[in-house]
Each structure stands twice: as structure tokens, then as C-alpha cells.
């Protein structure tokens, strides 16, 4: 009997050991919930699951950031660009690229793991704008990230090894992954790219344990579903809308919020109809991928105005009653306020300069009003120079939102574009546009500037300050409870702004173009602030093709280097 308790408590002692050890790399659907209230994690993409973006800690502030300076520098050993968040978890970061993922100590620098993977060579040639990934998520031991070949991956958050890896769809098809999955109600959910291939886009379900397939939402319904009758014949079969940008999650309303993209092809006579849910958000149950309530931000969009900018969640007083929300600054140049709890318009106001391919947008009905401009070349099929461009108002790179200030931090694009449709032809593997490339080009503002810095009132567009600069920025962007905004520029610059004014107040070169998500953590009672740095992305690819009569900004981005690596700064 005394031999049996002997191996009886070492047994247990082992168990309880192995517990212990799980339960250190282990966080829970509260600990995801609470990310955003917490200072010495970030355990999300968007540093929380609302996406906003703030950060409660003030550590560096406006009377400080001057000494602001880097504590170490890690380098990928890799020359695509860089757009990843990194997540801070029980002291480890952890950071992706487009084909490796990182364990890093993020007080020294030093790394602790790497899991690199290949994925099929011919892969790159099938993805549209750009050789990146923008993330990973953890949840219960576990972190996940997508592949460029239309996998998703659970690794060991301990020592990096692979614990299961599922195949989402054929890459060969034209479709791809480059978002940050997002872990809501113990559910890893993941989008697709492909909408320049004529993919139909949809948006999946997977079991964070198992890597099991749970549900798929298409974001272009067939003809025996509900929207199907918005698309023509068997148009719905390459109707585009792919999900390539992270979701946000509302844990109260257990509701999912996921932007859907262009139509294919571009050309939208080739398939006349609203074509749900191009350019929209979705309001998804997680457990079942089920529609809650959908807005279209872009019917029958042919500009390749994509919707899938992020969707902040806040809770902010509008006509004297506090209301929850989703802001959306999408790429056709409108800034919409809705309803997160039934998809209602609040407020949609224009937040470039220049917009002319409509007039605004219909309060009552949520749809925008084509401009002459627009309903010519609908009628006609003339060539004409439209604002904003296929870039849109702000591409992929996401803003922030200060409940202190009240007001979102945006990097946007004043650039417009040559646009001419004709008859498209599908082909698998190459761009189903649908307009003739021989006339598509860039066209730029007379000030120079391609982008601004935005501070913007989410309520009706007034902007209260502005930065221009002539590579426009291509990253996202923070605000602190400091009054600092943080963001990098294309020519390598990591930059803070005071919030309220928008001066610039402190700046640090990092060798290459900034495309990445700055983010911050507390640690033994001192503030970090990391961010990617690493130029790549459709900026570099398509501007000096479509662009390339603006020789002074294609000079200026070609003398941009390459490289990739994570920089870290913390107060002197």
C-alpha cells in the first residue's frame, strides 16, 4: 500500500505540475474581454477586442516622449513588409511575418523561439497587394495565426511548435490569408483575400483546440440564399467581397463585426444589382457564423471600394443619449457611426477632401447618392478621373479612437484616379478587373501631399488637425492616455503627435518604411512602445506603375530600403 501512495502522490504531484505549467500559458475569454482595461498585456490585435487602440497608460506623455529611446532592435531576416501587431503575453512577445513566427523577450530583445514555414513558391504570384501577414491571436495556451497559402496554423505559445495547422480552401483558386485571426466565444475566426481574382469570399469558424471546420459565412450568398437575388445569373460564383481584415468582437452582445470587400470584377455593369455583401459589415453570431444584421456601405461598388476597414466599438453620446456603436472610415471617403445592436445609421460624413463620386449619403435609406459624375459612367462606360482612388479615403491600415479626446486618429489618402471599365474576362489566377489598365492611373493633389494625419470628430467629420505628407503614411495607428499619437511613416520615421494638437513631438528613423501597427505594455512599471518596421505592401507595388508620371514621390520611395525587423523604445 505504501509503494501505491508513493507513486499514487508522484503521479499527482506530476499532474498538478503539468496543470500549473498549462495554466501559465493559458488565457481565457475574460482575459480577451478585459484587454483593452489591462496595461501589462496586450493580448489582442487592436489592443482589445474593440479595436480602439488606446492604451490607459501615460507614463509617456507630452511633457516626456523627448526622452523616449530605443532599448533594442530585432531583426526578422526578411525583406517583405511588415504590418504585424505584436502581442505581450506572462513576459514574452510574440510577432509574426509573412512566413515565420516569433517569441521574443521584450525587455531585452533576445529571441526565445522561431517557427518558420514554407509555403508553394507560386504562391506570391496569386496574391494581389502585398507579401505580409498583419497578425496573430491567443487564446488558452494557443497562437494562431494565418498562412499566405489559405492555412491556419495553433502553435505552442511555450516553444513554437506546430499542434495543428487546416486547410481553409485552395490557394491555387486565388485566394490567400494575411489577417490576424480573432478568438471570440472560443471561437478562432479567420477571413480571405482573392478579390482581384474573382474568389467568392466568405468568412469561417474553427475549433480552437481541435482546428475542426465549424461554420462558413459567405460573404457573396448563392442564388438559394438570402441576398442571392442581388446578383445576376452565376455572377455570385466570382463575386469577390473577401474578409482580409481582422474583425471586432462585442462579448455583451456576443456579436462579431466583419467588413466584406469589392465586388468582381470591378466592373459592376457585369453584375447589376445591390450584390450583397460587397462593401459591407456583417454582424455575425460566432458560434454559428449566422447574419445577424448586415449595412452596405457601397452597393453595386465599382470603384473597388472595399468595406473591410475595421469597425471600432465604442460607446459614445449622440443627441444627448449614450449609444453603442461601430466607426468606420471606409475607402469610398465616407466616416460612418451605426448602430452595433441593429445596424442603424447614426451618422455618415466625408472625411477627405476630395470626393466626387457621390453626393453624399441618404440618411434615411443608408445609401450613397451617385454623382453625375458616377451615373455617366454607368450609362456610358466613358473614361473618367474619380477621388477617391481604388486606394480609397484610408486603405487597410487601421485608426484609433480616444474616449478621453473623443475624437479617431487616422492616416488618409487624398489621391484619385483614371478610371475607364471594359468587358471582363475571368481567368483563374489573374486579376478579374474588368477596366483597361493601359489608361489606369494616379492622380495627386496640386499641395503634393498624398496623405494626411487626421484627427477627426466621428460625429460629423470635422477635422481638428492635420498632418500632410507626400509618401502617405501606410500604417495604423495609437492613441495614449499620454495625449500621444503614434504612427510611422513611409520613409522609415516613428512619429508621436500631441492629441490635442497635433504637433509633432518626437521622431525616431528606423531604417525602413513603416507599413505596421505601433502598440505599448507596461512591464516592472515602465511603458514600451514597439512597432514593425519593414516597407512593402500595395503602396510600393502599384504606385510606380499607376503613378509613375509623380517622379519626385517615386523617387522619394525608391530610395526606401528594405528590411524587417521590431524596434522597442521605453523612456531614458
Known amino acids: ?225 438570402e441576398g442571392g437575388d442581388t446578383w445576376p445569373g452565376e455572377t455570385y460564383k466570382h463575386g469577390g467581397a473577401p474578409t482580409w481584415i481582422t474583425g471586432t468582437y462585442d462579448p455583451e ?47 453595386n461598388d465599382p470603384y473597388d471600394y472595399d468595406g473591410v476597414n475595421e469597425n471600432i466599438i465604442a460607446d459614445v453620446e449622440i443627441d444627448g443619449k449614450m449609444q453603442k456603436v461601430i466607426m468606420h472610415a471606409d475607402r469610398n471617403g465616407y466616416l460612418y457611426v451605426i448602430d452595433r445592436t441593429d445596424g442603424k445609421l447614426l451618422r455618415a460624413s466625408q472625411y477627405i477632401k476630395k470626393l466626387n463620386w457621390a453626393d453624399g449619403i441618404d440618411m434615411k435609406t443608408g445609401r450613397p447618392i451617385d454623382s453625375a459624375l458616377t451615373k455617366k459612367m454607368r450609362a456610358t462606360g466613358e473614361k473618367i478621373d474619380v477621388w477617391p482612388s481604388a486606394f480609397g479615403g484610408k486603405n487597410w491600415f487601421p485608426m484609433s479612437y480616444s474616449p478621453k479626446s473623443g475624437f479617431v486618429y487616422a492616416n488618409t489618402l487624398e489621391m484619385g484616379m483614371s478610371y475607364k471599365p471594359v468587358e471582363p474576362v475571368f481567368k483563374k489566377g489573374t486579376f478579374y478587373f474588368g477596366l483597361d489598365l493601359a489608361q489606369l492611373q494616379f492622380l495627386f493633389p496640386d499641395d503634393g501631399n498624398t496623405g494626411y494625419l487626421r484627427a477627426i470628430d466621428p460625429l460629423n467629420g470635422d477635422i481638428k488637425w492635420e498632418v500632410g505628407s507626400q509618401a502617405a503614411n501606410w500604417g495604423g495607428t495609437m492613441v495614449t492616455a499620454g495625449d500621444l499619437v503614434f504612427t510611422g511613416t513611409y520613409t522609415g520615421q516613428f512619429k508621436a503627435f500631441d492629441a490635442n494638437t497635433g504637433d509633432e513631438v518626437w521622431s525616431f528613423q528606423t531604417g525602413s518604411g513603416i507599413i505596421g501597427q505601433p502598440m505599448t505594455w507596461e512591464q516592472d512599471g515602465k511603458q514600451y512602445i514597439s512597432i514593425a518596421s519593414g516597407i512593402g505592401g500595395a503602396y510600393r507595388n502599384f504606385i510606380p506603375v499607376f503613378g509613375a508620371k509623380n517622379v519626385e514621390l517615386n523617387k522619394l520611395m525608391a530610395s526606401v530600403p528594405e528590411g524587417g525587423s521590431i524596434w522597442t523604445f521605453a523612456l531614458q
Not at 277 to 292: D, R
Open 1 to 225: 500500500m505504501l509503494a501505491i501512495s508513493k507513486n499514487w502522490l508522484s503521479a499527482v504531484t506530476i499532474c498538478l505540475a503539468m496543470i500549473g505549467a498549462e495554466k501559465s500559458w493559458a488565457q481565457s475569454a475574460t482575459d480577451l474581454a478585459n484587454d483593452a482595461k489591462t496595461t501589462d498585456q496586450v493580448l489582442t490585435v487592436g489592443l482589445g477586442q474593440g479595436q480602439q487602440r488606446f492604451s490607459a497608460l501615460d507614463k509617456v506623455n507630452t511633457s516626456n516622449v523627448k526622452s523616449l529611446v530605443p532599448v533594442w532592435n530585432y531583426s526578422f531576416g526578411d525583406n517583405r513588409g511588415q504590418e504585424s501587431q505584436p502581442l505581450v503575453y506572462k513576459g514574452v512577445m510574440y510577432v509574426t511575418t509573412h512566413d515565420s513566427t516569433h517569441a521574443i523577450d521584450p525587455k531585452t530583445g533576445r529571441g526565445i523561439w522561431v517557427n518558420k514555414f514554407e509555403y508553394p513558391p507560386e504562391t506570391p504570384r496569386i496574391v494581389c497587394c502585398g507579401i505580409v501577414n498583419r497578425g496573430a491571436a491567443i487564446y488558452n495556451g494557443k497562437l494562431y495565426r494565418a498562412t499566405l497559402d489559405a492555412h491556419v496554423v495553433a502553435l505552442n505559445m511555450e516553444d513554437g511548435t506546430e499542434i495543428w495547422k487546416s486547410k481553409a480552401i485552395d490557394y491555387s483558386e486565388g485566394y490567400s490569408m494575411t489577417m490576424a485571426p480573432l478568438i471570440a466565444n472560443g471561437v478562432v475566426i479567420t477571413g480571405i483575400s482573392g478579390g482581384e481574382y474573382g474568389i467568392r469570399g466568405f468568412i469561417d469558424g474553427w475549433d480552437p483546440e481541435t482546428g475542426k471546420h465549424l461554420w462558413r459565412r459567405y460573404t457573396v450568398p448563392a442564388p438559394d440564399e
Open 253 to 299: 452582445l456576443d456579436l462579431v463585426y466583419w467588413g466584406a470587400g469589392n465586388g468582381g470584377p470591378w466592373n459592376a455593369e457585369f453584375r447589376k444589382g445591390d450584390n450583397l455583401y460587397v462593401g459591407s459589415v456583417l454582424a455575425l453570431k460566432p458560434k454559428t457564423g449566422e447574419i445577424a444584421w448586415h449595412y452596405q456601405f457601397s452597393p
